[in-house]
């Protein structure tokens, strides 16, 4: 154990040792494997591997989260470009990880619907729930297109289509043709492998944010980013337009039509399009029915979840969970 010390006082302390932070058999067999290929024998191998201790991985994330602001905290220096490696390493692991759940190998249900779901986001500025959203995109891209050149021509006709949309809504971001191009030259310049890509799509997706936000921010924009943000919260429940009308003040026909004006979709279509992505997670995450997923994302009941589910990715809830394993 090595003491990390500042002013004479202990901040803490570096500890180090194996562990294993996924319990599958497929990656005991495949760990016991590569043991045994290293030159030891088979039983010792899995002796050794049954030993280690398992820690679910959001906590050794947080722990090397910690250790990196302890860092500074002590040196005294400016993360700098360590703060930019930070952001693409915590992208490529939150892409790498929706990647992994999904576990689909012959086809993915990829949905041109949460690139509208995207758009709404980036209208009103609200640009947590749009990373969240873009990396669930990028992981079904790659999935959809995992050779080299097919992922960065769909990065650039994803990106070619936020920016049409956001220039069709408001004339005044025409200057965003001039900023698109610089942003395909840096994706061309990023070439086709993902961990160069996907920060220079993210770069990308943060000023094409700000852009918009900055020029069309108003009050009426407030609202709105106010309203997906319940919607975002409450979506599991019996959410009605009386709540959400409620919640920011306005009148439900105010509340319908500014939705509509800023995002292009309705606030039904808003709920639909979350509920869905929650059930696409919820099916290849976990065990439960499709019963259980309808009821507890807010469903009337499992027909119309089924249908619904249907309508948005083409294929049902029970066939979307078997062509994923």
Known sequence: MIPLVKDN?????????????NQETYYRDESINHLASCGILRNQAAKYFDSLKYYDISIATGAAQHLFELFYDISGWKSGILDTNLANANQQRSIAEKIHKKKVIAKSFYSFQEEKL???????????RARELFNNILADMFIYNPKGSLLQARAIEMLGYLVRCAVEDNPVLEPLMEKH??????????????????????????????????????????????????????FSGSISLQDISKEVKLSTFRVSHLVKEHTGLTIQQHIKSIRISKAK?????????????????????????????????????IKFRKRSY
Do not use: M
């Open 281 to 317: 997670e919820l099916l290849l995450e976990t065990d439960l029915s499709c019963t259980d997923i309808a009821y507890d994302l807010g469903f009337s009941d499992q027909s119309y979840f089924i249908r619904q589910f249907k309508q948005t990715t083409g294929t049902t809830p």
């Open 181 to 234: 191009l610089h942003w395909i030259n840096n994706i061309i310049v990023a070439g086709d492998q993902p961990e160069n890509l996907w920060p220079a799509l993210r770069d990308s997706l943060d000023e094409l944010i700000d852009y918009i936000h900055n020029k069309s921010s108003n009050k009426a924009n407030k609202k709105v980013e106010r309203i997906l943000n319940y919607i975002s919260k409450n």
């Open 9 to 21: 006082e202990i901040k803490g302390a570096l500890s180090g040792g194996e562990i294993i932070y």
């Open 118 to 128: 995207l758009f709404s986001f980036i209208r009103v500025g609200n640009k947590t």
